[in-house]
């Protein structure tokens, strides 16, 4: 399983998405009308679950925000820290 797939996975399990990986496009916003439409809430649980499942920490409230703007931006963060 490749690294945006695994990411789609944890995304749906952990936050109980109502929408299947299929439907998580790579360059899909995650927040906001366009998206998938995560909230807050979804945002601090994806930020756990990066941590648990990726070993990715991320601490910046404006870095979080650029990280988690999609999948393929939580996949370039992670392949950045070289956690893959």
Request: hydrophobic residues 50%.
């Amino acid at each position: 399983m490749n690294l945006r797939a695994k990411i789609k996975e944890v995304m749906a399990t952990e936050l109980m998405l109502e929408v299947s990986v299929d439907e998580i496009g790579d360059d899909s916003p995650l927040f906001g009308p366009n998206g998938i439409g995560l909230d807050s809430v979804d945002a601090l649980q994806l930020v756990v679950a990066i941590e648990k499942h990726f070993k990715l920490k991320i601490s910046d409230q404006d870095k979080a925000r650029e990280i988690l703007a999609n999948v393929d931006s939580i996949a370039r963060a992670i392949e950045e820290a070289g956690l893959v």
